[in-house]
């Protein structure tokens, strides 16, 4: 027997009684299988997962359609190891997370305003549609066949707005066949029967007809803010990323606190955290350059500072960059008589060197298995230098070249 779907007629009904036809042992341990005769919990499908919430005080952790046939999975797990009630035909009491449900109503409708729209407006068609509430984090994502620019989707949402703004009624219904046949409506597959219709607008002025099975608000203006948020091209055409209703609030409330944060942050109004971050980077822009040439200037004097040696010389420093490495090298295999190494990192973390030569006969690349032995070492190069990174410790490191 079909499931009555109590959400067709009444998608604010969010508890209900109902009887139970048949309780099996669900998929996991500790769930059942639960069908009822009528239920007000939307299935998965359509890009929507299934409605939460409880039978009888029991958690409802999925739910699914096959056939017109609906199974709740119901979690019995009470931690008092209280018997469960789902023997067939008792009456149990259903209770929809009536918060989660118009959330999802809010943003549902508000995607079919915005289809309603691009359709109308540039004849595109919406391919894909995924509302996402798992997370913490909720993302509505629309994807249609053609591409829009910013300006494009500006206008698309102030008409969305200007909709909601109206409070148009939101019809669902079953036409009969003859009058689905008089009809013009979005559809994503070709059915000619059971299809419910959800219209947008009165009859005299409708702004959208769309076959859906989900539960939808009433009145458009039930469902708040539609913000229309990024987009990308996705696979010729666009995926736009929407926020509506609470959701949208939500997303404002934690975007207006970085805001507020960043504008007390860098001490400027909130409309010129823009100007006042741009400005911050071009500072440290300059920073940066003026501590780069310090940088060079105090490796030269360092450098300048080391007593010439006929042996070999290792250098040591935190975080050189490798065109640093370089031009230390450069400058210090002048004051040796043969291998002379720029070592950047600390003994925790290892360290990327450069070995150049004061002696221009020696051949490094002769010297390379050796120094990669006995420096934990992976590196190589040419006659003249060699590069790589070493595990060894600093100690490891400066008895060698002090031996060598
Ligand atoms: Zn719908």
Redesign the pocket.
Known sequence: MKTIRLFDENSHLYTFTATVLSAEAGKTPNTLAVVLDATAFFPEG?GQYADPGTLSGCPVTDVQETGGVITHTVDISHPDGVAHPFTVGATVTGEVDAATRLARMQN??G??IISGIVHRMYGYKNVGFHLSDRRDAPDVTLDFDGVLTREQLDAIEDEANAIVAACLPVKAYYPAPDELATLTYRAKLELSEGVRI?QIGRDDDVKDR?A?C?P?VDNTGEIGLIKLLDFIHYKGGVRIHMLCGSWALKDYRRKYADVAAMSAAMSVGQEDVTLGFARLKAELEEIKRGTAELRRQLEEMLIESIEATEGSLCLFDEGLDAPAMRRTLNLAVQKCGRFCGVFSGNDKDGYRFVIGRGDPTLDLKAYAKEINTALSARGGGSSEMLQGSSTATRAVIESYFANR
């Open positions: 359509g549902h409708t995607e079919h959800v769309c859906c989900a939808h």
